[in-house]
């Protein structure tokens, strides 16, 4: 498990683990709709860190990771202004995001700037 000491894993994993447990608490009706879309999200963000640190080339996976973590956004979004995530869950869920993405905008920078060099 090469990817573990990532503090970017680390705070996604515990992000994940914080969704899971918002997700037990939503209403029905939506536990089975947004919930499993949530979980989805997370997930493949998830799976994009661990194939990116195990890649050569990570660039690719890093985007993608990228993109989903702004769809996992605007779900808990959806989540809160439906008011099935409280005031408190959802601070701390975007906190978490906000760490997340600033880690993998430093990641996906210093991968563009080793392509780069490649290059010359």
Not at 40 to 46: G, P, Q, R, T, Y
Not at 84 to 113: C, D, P
Request: glycine letters at 4%; one cysteine or more.
């Amino acid at each position: 498990m090469r990817y573990t000491h990532l503090p970017i894993f680390k705070d996604s994993y515990n992000l994940s683990f914080e969704v899971y447990q918002r997700i037990k608490e939503f209403p029905r009706e939506y536990k089975y709709t947004l919930g499993q879309r949530l979980k989805e999200k997370i997930s493949d963000f998830l799976d994009d860190i661990v194939k990116a640190n195990s890649l050569e080339n990570k660039l690719e996976n890093l985007e993608s990771a990228q993109l989903k973590l702004e769809c996992l956004k605007i779900h808990l979004r959806l989540a809160f202004d439906l008011k099935i995530m409280g005031k408190k869950s959802f601070e701390f869920v975007v906190r978490k995001t906000e760490i997340i993405s600033k880690q993998l905008s430093g990641w996906i920078s210093y991968e563009k700037k080793g392509q780069s060099k490649l290059k010359i």
